[in-house]
């Protein structure tokens, strides 16, 4: 896999895909970052970008993790104390979850989104920006609570964070797309550069497949669970033998085999007894889907390796909160 194939594996989309190749021709000192609000315990959501910065490290590419505290403060997720302890813990997860610590950049959003130039470019960014735009940025991050002031400086200060980190490449859920398309449209006014962004998907709700896996909704994955929590809940999966004829229903556990097992393992053995035809050794994502849906591959068979390979992914991040807490 060359540095651009490395680079687009899973993404949901790229803006665009000709800045991207110009990055992954020459990647050597190219900076890519994902920015999270800090939450104590990491989920499988937070893992899907997470897989991506270890892809952009592997094609050579420096990657810096934004700990967005002062985002996280603004969209009302508690004091600076509570947002600064959590951040702590996400971070310690991240590098037991293999982002390696070496080559990557840790930055707390405080100890930049608080000087004076960056708060004058702010002013500057929120003169420039109709209320109405700032909003429509935001209406995935922030649900569906009443809007505050601070959701509509959110997605400004997060346009800025690519200028002030000094990046090449904005990365986040597909969620964060209209905040960086609003940067690709306001850097430029404040005399600064457009950088491309890299989308990757939403997994679905686990129990049915449909919409998006949240920790607030439903059930999400997390560092915290434990190996039988994890089973129960992955047997539990929405997994139908066949693609939905429909097409509007998605299969979680196709899609987590997808975006969190196979980018991690090289191969992926399903073990079953020889009378329900043995193991059997896949390589690539694609032959274990048309296998599923082949009924060569039963579910319950891909939902135990599923539940066995996500184990082993968590196991030294809940292993990491387990010290912690202790
Ligand atoms: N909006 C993100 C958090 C965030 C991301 C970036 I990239 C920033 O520069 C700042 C904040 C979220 O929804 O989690």
Known sequence: MDAYERIMRNAEEVVTDEEVREL???????????????????????????????DLQEAGLEVVVLLADVHAYLNGKGTFEEIRE???QMKAQFIAYGIDEDSAEFVYGSEFQLEKEYTLDLHALELETTLNRAQRAMAEIQG???????????????????????????VGGIDQRKVHMLAREELPELGYEVRP??????????????????????????????????????????????????????NPVLELFEYHVFPRFSEIVVERPDEYGGNVTYEQYESLEADLES??????????TLASYLDELIAPGREKLREIRS
């Open 197 to 250: 962004a890299l989308h990757t998907p939403i997994v679905a709700d686990l129990t049915t497949g449909e919409g998006k896996m949240s920790s607030s909704e439903g059930v999400t994955i997390s560092m915290e669970d434990s190996t039988d929590e994890l089973e129960e809940k992955v047997n539990s999966a929405f997994c139908p033998p066949t693609a939905d004829p429909e097409g509007d229903l998605e």
């Open 24 to 54: 992954a021709a020459d990647p050597a000192g190219k900076r890519a970052y994902v920015g999270y609000e800090p939450s104590g315990v990491l989920h499988l959501g937070h893992l899907l970008t997470a897989n991506k910065l270890i």
């Open 86 to 88: 959590t951040a702590e």
């Open 295 to 304: 009924g060569e591959l039963h579910p319950a068979d891909a939902k135990g």
């Open 144 to 170: 569906g609570e009443t809007a505050k002031v601070s959701h509509v400086v959110y997605p400004l200060m997060q346009t800025l964070d690519i200028e002030y980190l000094d990046l090449d490449l904005a």
